[in-house]
């Protein structure tokens, strides 16, 4: 009997777009979180609407984890294609649940494997002198110890249905993706009563949906329980008592809820991959508790016709003293850049949330890249000021979001919140969210207008010239608070005007704000240094999990490593990424980009050239195993300068 692994393991389920993969892993992780368990969830789906393979990873641990790995140790799939594009990557020792009806289906049989997978996997099998069926694909496995469950899905489907008294249920094919969920928990001995209140939860809006999958769920567990009781298999799932505190959330609602706690009362989008979630979830709690009196407030959620009427209409609300926002991803972003820079020259406090994905043009409108940096950096013609701020994972992207609404007021000017796909299609567990953490700043404004207030023509000078290059704002529409926006340069009380003096005078003082940002903003909102050593991985955004769990397998082995997590992208806090780098012999720049982009700002603001270049680009991102074997090569003196990793199906 082979040892028995408790509440360690990387579990994936797989099947045909739109067949309910993403529901059965929301049950999935939703039942090891109720059961006391961390995971780590991470979803792939290709950018058509139904029919193209999905598959969705969870890794499930007793202890913290913030990434995916590459093995599988159990893949539940429900059809063939899943079989064929995952068989290698099951672990010796693992599981492979599968249809029996698939078991003879050919490769040239499945239309959706393109031709580039198809030779692959073809190549795989020939050489292990093999055909190319599924049957073929799981023999390859099972001689490398693979244990193959399988299960006559359509037999156990009409055998519910006679059970239910309902023949029709015979033909809810939808419900093989829970039987599939349902047949891994069993072989894992998951407690059967926590996987249905799990289901419940996830079909909570639908009563009888929801009580229908939990029979069904219900029928297969006890069918594979009593068939595969002697199986013997080496994983197991167990629950225990949950931690204080500890919650599940998904990429897609951290930053929305950030916006709820922040004050954010207007969001305008156009909808785009994967930036829609955001704003969908803010539709779907338009009206708000505002607090435990029973008042309620609410988010104005509009989506417009394109992206240029989102952010204009973002910046229209934020004049009226309205916390705005607009949510977009690279194509999106690409159109609003004009109106950034109406932004930045009217010195508008208006937040940008944008989620990365591949490009450039459409790119892999699905898929995951950090290519955006630099554009985010430099985004608009001319100069005018914005700040970047970079979230590393979903808990720092709830806090995040707040504070970038107060960088926005207080310093009076577009602030672009830098996300990603790898966060928004993820799902974890992590403390609960504390909205009294991150306290409100709504920066200068004025309420109320004075004589000192007004310029000679008895104007409000809402773009007055001092020593503090902020200066106060009133809303539109306040009491004898005169004054003017336009896209041209200005005078004080927003006038279009051309004068050489006034225009350094203007330009002097909106630049300024960078540098006061720079000096008020908090180091920890900066740079983050993770650990001590004298060997230095450089970072940005949600390669934040992968290098930490690395970190913590590399110290196993005896290695220790430094993580400066870069989070201020501009104005780039120089001096505190310098101290960070004090003392480093090693700089290991890590990046979901072709060129290296923070690699580029650090040398730009920093003039330190990193040692070493570990990077992906192919839309997949970066898993624990292989930042550990980049850096483990760096270590151990067998690595070339660029290493380009590309791990994923």
């Not at 939990?214 to 069918?223: E, K, N, Q, R």
């Not at 595969?228 to 809820?257: C, H, W």
């Not at 207007?266 to 508790?289: G, K, R, V």
Request: net charge neutral.
């Amino acid at each position: 009997m082979e040892k028995t692994t408790t509440n360690s393991l990387s579990w994936v389920i797989g099947g045909a777009q739109g067949s309910g993969v993403d529901s059965a892993a929301n049950i999935f992780s939703r039942a090891c979180a109720a059961g006391g368990l961390h995971v780590f969830g991470k979803r792939e789906y290709y950018s058509n609407i139904k029919g193209e393979h999905s598959y969705f990873t969870v890794r499930v641990s007793d202890r913290p984890v913030h990434s995916h790995v590459n093995e599988i140790n159990v893949l539940a799939s429900f059809d063939a294609e899943t079989i064929f594009r995952h068989f290698e990557d099951v672990t010796p020792g693992g599981a492979i649940i599968y249809d029996s009806d698939v078991a003879n289906t050919l490769l040239s049989e499945v239309p959706t494997v393109d031709d580039h997978a198809a030779a692959r996997i073809k190549k795989t099998l020939e050489k292990a002198g093999l055909g190319l069926t599924v049957q073929d694909a799981l023999g390859h496995a099972k001689r490398r110890g693979v244990v193959l469950f399988q299960i006559p899905f359509f037999q156990l489907l009409q055998e519910f249905a006679q059970k239910a008294n309902d023949p029709a249920l015979s033909k809810l094919t939808r419900m093989v993706n829970v039987m599939a969920l349902s047949t891994s928990m069993a072989i894992m001995d998951f407690d059967n009563e926590v996987l249905a209140r799990a289901i419940q939860f996830i079909f909570r809006a639908k009563k009888k949906v929801a009580d229908l999958n939990v029979s069904a769920s219900a029928h297969v567990y006890i069918y594979a329980k009593a068939k595969f009781a002697g199986s013997n298999f080496a994983y197991r799932l167990k629950a225990r008592p949950t931690e204080k505190d500890m919650i599940i959330v998904q990429g897609n609602q951290s930053s929305a809820l950030g916006k709820m706690v922040a004050g954010c009362r207007f969001q305008a989008y156009y909808p785009i991959t994967p930036a829609s979630d955001d704003s969908e979830f803010l539709e779907a709690n338009e009206i708000l508790d505002l607090n435990d009196s029973g008042k309620k407030g609410s988010t104005v959620v509009i989506q417009t016709e394109d992206e240029i009427a989102a952010i204009a209409m973002a910046i229209g609300s934020a004049l009226t003293g309205a916390r705005s926002a607009t949510a977009t991803s690279g194509p999106g972003f690409s159109l609003m850049a004009e109106a950034l820079g109406w932004a930045g020259i009217n010195e508008v406090p208006v937040v940008i949330s944008l989620y990365q994905r591949a490009g450039p043009a459409t790119g892999l409108p699905t898929r995951h890249e950090q290519g955006d940096l630099n554009f985010a950096v430099n985004a608009g013609h001319g100069e005018f000021p914005r700040i970047v701020l970079a979230s590393g994972d979903i808990e720092e992207s709830f806090y995040d979001t707040i504070k970038v609404f107060n960088l926005a007021d207080r310093y009076q000017m577009p602030v672009i919140h830098m996300l990603d796909k790898a966060i928004a299609n993820s799902v974890t567990t992590c403390r609960n969210f504390d909205p009294g953490k991150v306290g409100i700043d709504r920066g200068s404004m004025v309420r109320q207008i004075t004589d000192k207030d007004k310029g000679v023509a008895g104007n409000y000078l809402r773009f007055k010239l001092s020593d503090n290059p902020i200066s106060p704002r009133v809303v539109l529409g306040t009491k004898d608070a005169i004054f003017w926006n336009t896209g041209d340069e200005h005078t004080e009380e927003g006038h279009i005007s051309e004068d050489p003096e006034l225009r350094v005078q203007m330009m002097d003082k909106r630049m300024n704000k960078l540098e006061l940002a720079l000096k008020e903003i908090p180091d920890e909102d900066k740079a983050v240094a993770h650990g001590s050593s004298d060997i230095a991985i450089v970072s940005w955004g949600s390669t934040k999990g992968a290098v930490l769990d690395a970190m913590e397998k590399l110290a196993g082995d005896g290695t220790k490593v430094k993580f400066i997590q870069v989070k201020l992208m501009s104005p780039f806090p120089s001096e505190l990424v310098r101290s960070m780098l004090n003392g480093v012999k090693t700089m290991i720049d890590i990046e979901m980009n072709y060129t290296g982009q923070l690699g580029s700002l650090v040398r730009q603001h920093v003039g330190r050239e990193a040692d070493y270049q570990i990077v992906k680009y192919n839309g997949r991102p970066m898993s624990l195993d292989e930042v550990y074997n980049a850096v483990k090569r760096i270590i151990g003196g067998d690595a070339p300068r660029r290493q380009v990793l590309k791990s994923g199906a």
